[in-house]
Each structure stands twice: as structure tokens, then as C-alpha cells.
């Protein structure tokens, strides 16, 4: 039988906190939540009207495809409890397999610690005015999606819920976590980018840039949450196409940038639906960007 689509969550005996872009959190007891990954799509910040078919699962089986082979690098807020457990029913349980996870209750930092190991995007943009990429001088004459002398950490500040992140500077980083604490996001967002791309070079992609989220414990001990190196949270291009000075396709919904770039659309709420072929093939794209990064290298 294949996989529900789910576009909202609505659990039986479970008060529901917090419902994100992509993601509806559950409490379940002081300690714990509950993270239920639909197949709800945002993009320019604005939650689509159509779910994409599997999105959810794509995003949840790689993020644990990652929690699992970085725990020696940084601990994460996987709890390893079974979310089915916790389903009241057949419905519930069809539901909540494969998209959901039980997690611990923890502080999130306010910042998104964002790795960026190529010159794209924004950073393309910045880059552009004045040869500097949050706050870090690159070398002159860089060209569009060109691969960086070395990766760089480049966070931003969580903006509310509506508005646009902010790129902030190392200093800026500083002053809202503390330099020790700053210092930690700092190295293991790296480390964590390190090691995501030299396993994701072997499967013929290149992790562009990523973005990942930290929370504290109660001791202060960092750790990582939300979501790891997912076509949400990153971009992924395939490396047998790859071409310096264009913008290379993705494995992401990028896809569907494109789409509503052709459409007159303010980029406010609501979003424009989409056409069942672009529902179609930005669902696909989700499930090879899985097969490739879990499955065999090539």
C-alpha cells in the first residue's frame, strides 16, 4: 500500500505546538516531542497550497541517514523511542511511518548555522557588490556556482515566522550566542559539511551549501536538531553535470522556483497551485536525491 500524502497533522490525544513550513510538533511529556515531517512545500517563505507525494519521508529517511553516522561528531536530539507507539490507531500509525521521530525537549539557538562550500545563491548576490560573503573577503574574479578556497561558515539569524532569514557576521553570531558557544556552532556545522559531502561525492552529488540547527541541554551542551543535510535544507547538484558560471540544477525544489518564476505571483500568501507535472517530477526529484545518498556508491 503505498504512503499517505499528508499535507496537515491532527493526532488523537496529542496537543499539537507548533506547526512549521514542513513540520508538525507534537508534545508528548516535558522531556520529549514529537516531530511529524508532512509533505508540505514552502517556497519564497510561502506554504504551498499542494503537498509533494513522499516529500516527507525523503526528508525524515535522510535526516536519520545523517543523525545516525554523525554521532561522533556532534550528539543530536534523536531519542530513538518508536513514534508508531504512540499512534492511537491504523490511520495514525500509516500516518506517522517513515516521517516522524521522537526527540528531546531542548533550547534551539537562534541562528541557522549555514555552510556554504560553493558561490550561489545569496552569497552569489552579496558577493556580486562588494567581494564579500557575510562578513569574509573572497578572492576576486569568482565566478557563479564556483567551488570557495575552502568552505565557510556563514550563519544567519532566525527571522519570525513570516519573514526572511538574516545573514549576520561571525561578530553578530557572537553577540546573540556567546563566543564559546558561537565558536562550537562554528566547528561542528563545518565538521558536519565536511563529512556530508566527501559521502555524497562518492554518490555523484555536490552538497552546494547547507544549512543546520543546534539546540542546548540543559548543561549547555550543544546539540543537533531539526533536520541534516535534506533537499530542504541544502542544495544538491549532480555532479556529472556541474558547470562553473550557471546556476546547475538541483535535487531539491528548485524545480519548482523555476515553475513559479514564470507565473505573475507577488510571492505573498497564498501560493499559486501547481501543475500535476511539476508535482510529479519535484516528487521525483526528492526520491533520487534519497536513493542517492543512502544507497550503494557508484
Known amino acids: 500500500m503505498p504512503a499517505p500524502t499528508v499535507y496537515r497533522t491532527q493526532l488523537k490525544g496529542l496537543e499539537r505546538i507548533h506547526e512549521g513550513k514542513v513540520r508538525d510538533v ?29 516529500k516527507g519521508l525523503v526528508l525524515n529517511g535522510i535526516s536519520n541517514f545523517w543523525f545516525e553516522r554523525t554521532r561522533s561528531l556532534v550528539p543530536n536530539h534523536l531519542t530513538g523511542r518508536d513514534p508508531l507507539a504512540l499512534a ?41 557588490v562588494d567581494g564579500r560573503l557575510c562578513g569574509s ?66 554518490r555523484g552529488i555536490i552538497i552546494a551549501d547547507t544549512k543546520f540547527e543546534f539546540g542546548v541541554d540543559e548543561a549547555g551542551a550543544l546539540i543537533l536538531i531539526d533536520e541534516v543535510v535534506t533537499p530542504d535544507s541544502s542544495r544538491f547538484w549532480p555532479a556529472d553535470t556541474y558547470q562553473v558560471g550557471t546556476s546547475p540544477p538541483s535535487f531539491d525544489k528548485q524545480y519548482v522556483r523555476d515553475y513559479l518564476e514564470t507565473l505573475n505571483w507577488d510571492k505573498k500568501a497564498p501560493g499559486p497551485k501547481l501543475p500535476q507535472q511539476v508535482i510529479a517530477r519535484t516528487s521525483e526529484k526528492y526520491r533520487e536525491a534519497l536513493a542517492r545518498l543512502t544507497g550503494p556508491a557508484a
Request: net charge neutral; glycine share 6%; proline share 7%.
Open 26 to 54: 507534537y508534545a508528548i511529556d516535558a522531556a520529549t516531542l514529537l516531530i511529524v515531517t508532512s509533505d508540505r512545500l514552502s517556497a519564497f517563505d510561502v506554504v504551498l497550497p499542494d503537498p509533494i507525494p513522499d
Open 137 to 202: 573577503t573572497l578572492p576576486p574574479g569568482l565566478r557563479q556556482a564556483e567551488k570557495l578556497p575552502q568552505p565557510i561558515f556563514t550563519p544567519a539569524y532566525k527571522a519570525t515566522a513570516g519573514a526572511h532569514d538574516e545573514n549576520i557576521d561571525f561578530a553578530a553570531c557572537t553577540a546573540l550566542v556567546g563566543a564559546q558557544l558561537a565558536g562550537q556552532v562554528r566547528d561542528a556545522a563545518l565538521a558536519l559539511y565536511g563529512f556530508a559531502v566527501e559521502h555524497a561525492r562518492r
Open 88 to 128: 492511537r490507531d491504523d490511520a495514525e500509525r500509516a500516518l506517522l511511518a517513515g516521517r516522524s521521530v521522537v526527540v528531546r525537549r531542548l533550547k534551539a539557538l537562534p541562528i541557522e548555522a549555514v555552510v556554504r562550500g560553493y558561490l550561489i545563491g545569496s552569497g552569489w548576490k552579496d558577493y556580486q
